[in-house]
């Protein structure tokens, strides 16, 4: 009788309390570092889609100005839309023409995840990248890109 007792006090197996509070602490530990690292990956994400987005404008409203003899008047984002399909896709960041004129042009791209605009500005010539922080957003700190 004594030696079943001791054969099934032995056999039982299992995690004791301890053990278990162990085991939630690290989980909880690991969370607690990883979520806020997470989230900014999807900020980058956010931001580096407009990027594109506002770049591929850039390179359409080029293809824009060759076929209208070199100019970039009457430039609408329907008009780059047609050109480009891509420029459709408005759910990561959404595309804007600001302004086009003959020798000039501005477009921006407002990144959906930070609110972040991504503005490309074209003058005789020479290109100006910008970034608009939205909201203290530390990805975008209002400097060229």
Known sequence: MLYRLRQSS????????????????????????????????????SDSA???????????????ANEHSGAFTGATLGELQAIEPTLK?????????VAAGATTYEVESVAKGTGDQYKITY?????????????????CKGKTW
């Open 89 to 97: 896709d408005t759910t990561t960041a959404t595309p804007s023409v």
């Open 50 to 64: 407009a990027k594109t987005q506002v770049g591929t404008m850039e390179t359409v409203m080029e293809t824009y």
């Open 123 to 139: 003058n005789n010539g020479t290109i100006t990248r910008t970034c608009e922080n939205a909201g203290g957003n530390t990805v």
């Open 10 to 45: 032995t056999d039982e197996g299992g995690f004791t309390l301890i053990e278990l509070l162990v085991v939630i602490l690290i989980i909880g530990i690991l969370a607690a570092i990883a979520i806020p690292a997470f989230l900014s990956q999807t900020q980058k994400a």
